[in-house]
């Protein structure tokens, strides 16, 4: 699904050249639930916005769901970008000008889909997650759970193969937070594929792997073995044991 | 998906009506402003016959007072008009094809019986020779102008303005109705379409920006009918005047000669007649002053006349650098605003949208916005120029004609309108289309 081999990123201003990666490898498998972790300045929002095609990179080489991404026009990066990734982000980043149906409508507009098509998946995934309800509030109107609740309907709503998510539960209670998490287990295990960046080692703990970066490196980078990797049920509890 | 960025757009101005209303007015006002001065502009320095530019001469000769140029301060030009026995030996020479005289005179044109009762008009009249229609082009809605026998008769036919054929006979075609001039019945033979020559070439020593007159009616009637001049008429030397015949007989200058002269040879033996005719009346004790016997085109008569003032150019300048000063306080404000969205723009870029479309999406809006801009400037223009009309048009300014928005303002005024619109949206859409996404997604 995703693999990254030898990839390096730097920050250059004009004093100083910052390694946010450095030859940094890892693989994800279609169907995968991978839990990041690192330190704070390791490299783990600059690893999802490389993964998310948010960012390009200096050196090696990014293969998402077999698409080699180096050579790729923005066109061609924000097509790729709409179609097989979905987003959620630690503040929810709902648009608070738009009610919660024209939230979750965003990536399907630039997909080009009809009306009545939109519609349908809109109301579906907005069910999934337990919001039909409110899809005609706007996001002022709606709690913090129920905000990233929204963002995850608006995430998997063009039905992507890949889900990236940064600290989802980060401004939620613990409560919010379980029930996010288990939202993200139930998209999960549709198929999903989805990278979990958290600071969380409890929710660390549900991902079926773990990946530490430290210093812009996967810590203890293995290539991808399918037949090595644990179902959830057998999931380590250890942050990083199973990479 | 252009609907959806025009509802996005709608929705991003209204969230904040304050700002929308400031970048609005900003567009409206530089527009209105360039609109107003450039059609008030395009009025004064236009020439209105410019096809036939180099066709058509006014004969001016310099019979003033011999210790004194007409004008101090233009002293090398004779004086705009001409004796009656000038203009008469001028366009009685055969040589031009077409030559007029003619001037300006007042009187009530009024309904005949058969008419009914319509309210009486002062008009302003131009008692000119026949040529007059076919020289200057003037366009006939019905019927048309005399012909030369109709001057010596003089015969009693009149050619109505648009205006008054509206007035007197509802727009309809009258060739053939009768109607009163002061005490005498005319014959309608012609109506105008609307012509409004601005400036007013063949006669700017009257008023350079007033409309055309209301009726013309043939030179034989003003020695038959003793019709003083509504112009200027000027005089150089105390004359004993005690009748029109002594007026006709004197030196005072009040009539417009224009001549048409197809090519340089009959221009050559024109100014060749001028001279040997000036060279007669000099040998009779007239024309005491250096030779300048002068046939001058339309272009050099606007010149010479100074009907353009070297302000408008200046005004025309200083409106288009407060359309500049407009529109870049509006890309500025676009700019920040923009910018100020730019999380929800990394959001959009995240899920999907592609550098273009957010382009797009905010050309869209500054396009909305210009477009609302320009239709507020273009009222506003129209309400300027109707202002300018009730202050200064009045036959003294000679300002009545140049306040019209017409076709070519018109033109100006949309392609300003789109300009604005691209000039003021390009920039902050590409900018906000280039931002790295990740930097606003990072910062939340």
């Not at chain 1, 993964?51 to 097509?79: I, K, M, P, W």
């Not at chain 2, 120029?385 to 202050?391: N, Q, S, Y």
């Amino acid at each position: 699904m995703l693999a990254m081999r030898h990839i390096s990123k730097v920050f250059r201003t004009d004093l100083i050249e910052t390694h946010a990666l450095r030859d940094f490898s890892l693989d994800v498998a279609a169907g995968d639930f991978v839990a990041v972790t690192g330190p704070s300045g390791s490299g783990k929002t600059t690893f999802l916005n490389v993964a998310g095609l948010l960012e390009g990179f200096d050196t090696g080489t990014y293969q998402l769901d077999g698409v080699d991404t180096g050579d790729l026009s923005d066109d061609a990066r924000s097509r790729l970008r709409n179609g097989k990734i979905g987003f959620i982000f630690q503040s929810f980043n709902l648009i608070p000008d738009l009610d919660i149906f024209d939230n979750v409508d965003v990536p399907l507009r630039y997909r080009r889909m009809k009306a009545a098509e939109r519609r349908e998946r809109i109301t579906s995934a907005l069910d999934l997650v337990g919001l039909v309800s409110r899809a005609h509030h706007m996001p002022s109107q709606l709690s913090g759970g129920q905000q990233q609740r929204v963002a995850i309907a608006r995430a998997i709503a063009g039905d992507p193969k890949f889900l990236l998510a940064d600290e989802p539960t980060g401004n939620l209670d613990s409560l919010m937070a379980r029930q996010v998490m288990d939202l993200l287990e139930q998209i999960n295990e549709m198929g999903t594929t989805i990278v979990l960046v958290t600071h969380d080692p409890e929710l660390a703990r549900r991902a079926q792997r773990n990946v530490q970066i430290i210093d812009g490196q996967v810590s203890d980078y293995r290539p991808y073995e399918p037949h090595a990797h644990a179902t959830r049920e057998q999931a380590p509890l250890a942050a990083g044991a199973s990479a | 998906m252009m609907g959806y960025y025009f509802k996005l757009a709608t929705r991003s101005l209204a969230r904040n009506p304050g700002i929308t209303a400031l970048m609005v007015l900003a567009i409206a006002l530089g527009i209105a402003v360039c609109v107003i001065t450039l059609t008030v502009h395009h009025g004064m320095s236009s020439n209105p016959i410019w096809w036939k530019s180099d066709r058509l001469y006014t004969v001016t000769l310099d019979s003033w007072d011999p210790e004194r140029p007409a004008d101090e301060k233009r002293p090398a030009l004779p004086p705009p008009d001409l004796t009656w026995r000038d203009a008469e030996a001028v366009t009685r020479s055969g040589i031009p094809p077409r030559a007029v005289r003619m001037y300006k005179a007042t009187g009530v044109l009024s309904a005949d019986e058969t008419t009914g009762a319509v309210r009486p008009e002062r008009v302003l009249a131009r008692v000119t020779t026949a040529d007059f229609f076919a020289m200057f082009d003037v366009p006939f809605r019905y019927g048309g102008g005399w012909k030369s026998a109709a001057d010596t008769g003089p015969e009693p036919v009149i050619v109505l303005s648009a205006k008054m054929n509206e007035h007197f006979f509802g727009g309809a075609d009258s060739v053939g109705r009768t109607i009163r001039w002061d005490d005498r019945e005319y014959r309608v033979i012609g109506v105008l379409e609307h012509w409004h020559p601005a400036p007013k070439f063949y006669d700017v020593n009257n008023g350079a920006f007033d409309d055309p007159e209301e009726i013309y009616i043939p030179f034989g009637w003003a020695e038959k009918l003793e019709l003083r001049s509504a112009g200027n008429t000027n005089c150089w030397k105390p004359e004993d005047i005690q009748s029109v015949a002594d007026f006709l007989r004197s030196e005072c200058v009040w009539l417009q000669v224009w001549v048409e002269l197809p090519d340089a040879a009959a221009r050559e033996r024109m100014q060749a007649f001028l001279d040997s005719y000036v060279a007669g009346e000099r040998r009779s004790g007239r024309f005491q002053r250096p030779n300048n016997n002068r046939l001058t085109n339309v272009n050099q008569w606007l010149a010479d006349n100074e009907v353009v003032g070297n302000d408008s150019p200046l005004l025309v300048a200083l409106a288009f650098a407060f359309l500049a000063v407009c529109l870049i306080n509006t890309v500025g404000l676009l700019l920040a605003k923009f910018l100020g969205n730019a999380t929800v723009t990394g959001v959009r870029r995240a899920l999907g949208a592609s550098r273009r479309q957010v382009f797009l999406q905010h050309l869209t809006e500054a396009g909305l916005l210009a477009s609302v801009g320009a239709v507020l400037g273009v009222v506003l223009a129209g309400a300027g120029l109707w202002g300018l009309r009730i202050m200064y048009a009045s036959p003294q300014t000679g300002f009545t004609g140049l306040m019209h928005v017409n076709g070519w303002s018109f033109a100006i005024t949309v392609a300003l309108a789109i300009g604005t619109s691209l000039a003021a949206g390009l920039y902050p859409a590409w900018r906000i289309g280039r931002l790295a996404p990740a930097v606003y997604l990072k910062s939340q």
